[in-house]
């Protein structure tokens, strides 16, 4: 993969993992029921812990 690519791909997972994070803080805040809030909770967490993987995966290959 090319640097620039490379660059990108990393400028777009770390911005990616910024508005999972955002969406987070305004779930946990909110007023929706429990149920709700854990199940979508639970589904940006694991999308939290790919892009970790992910942008470590991808700092590795530089």
Same mark, same amino acid.
């Given at each position: +993969? %090319? =640097?620039?690519?490379?660059?990108? %791909?990393?400028?777009? *997972?770390?911005? !990616? +993992?910024? =508005?999972?994070?955002?969406?987070? #803080?305004? &779930? *946990?805040? %909110?007023? &929706?029921?429990? *149920? #709700?809030?854990?199940? !979508?909770? =639970? !589904? #940006? +967490? !694991? =999308?939290?812990?790919?892009?970790?993987?992910?942008?470590?995966?991808?700092?590795?290959?530089?």
């Amino acid at each position: +993969m %090319s =640097a620039p690519t490379r660059e990108s %791909s990393t400028t777009l *997972i770390t911005a !990616v +993992m910024a =508005a999972l994070i955002g969406a987070e #803080i305004v &779930l *946990i805040c %909110s007023d &929706l029921d429990d *149920i #709700i809030r854990y199940s !979508v909770g =639970a !589904v #940006i +967490m !694991v =999308a939290l812990v790919a892009g970790v993987f992910q942008l470590g995966r991808a700092r590795r290959g530089r």
